[in-house]
């Protein structure tokens, strides 16, 4: 039937599993992280985002990243 939503498969008790373990091991990772290498992960997701919301608007000053050289 046109126009009807496809029913989609339940995910398997081993992949949801496995992005469980991914997702614990990930925490853990950044657990170990120090605030820099946070503040700079934060600041390069920035940069990746600018030229995207640049295209669709002027951005303000205080939306663009920080520079955290010394």
């Known amino acids: 039937m046109a126009g009807c939503p496809r029913a989609r498969a339940r995910p398997s008790a081993a ?3 496995s992005l ?3 997702k614990d091991q ?3 990772e950044r657990e170990r992280m120090t605030l ?3 503040v ?3 600041l390069d ?3 990746v985002c600018l030229p995207l919301l640049a295209r669709q ?3 303000a000053p205080w939306e663009r990243p920080w520079s955290t050289e010394p």
């Open 36 to 38: 820099r290498e946070k």
């Open 15 to 17: 992949l949801l599993e």
């Open 45 to 47: 997701l920035q940069r």
């Open 26 to 28: 990930l925490r853990r």
């Open 57 to 59: 608007r002027r951005l």
């Open 40 to 42: 700079g992960m934060v």
């Open 20 to 22: 469980r373990r991914g």
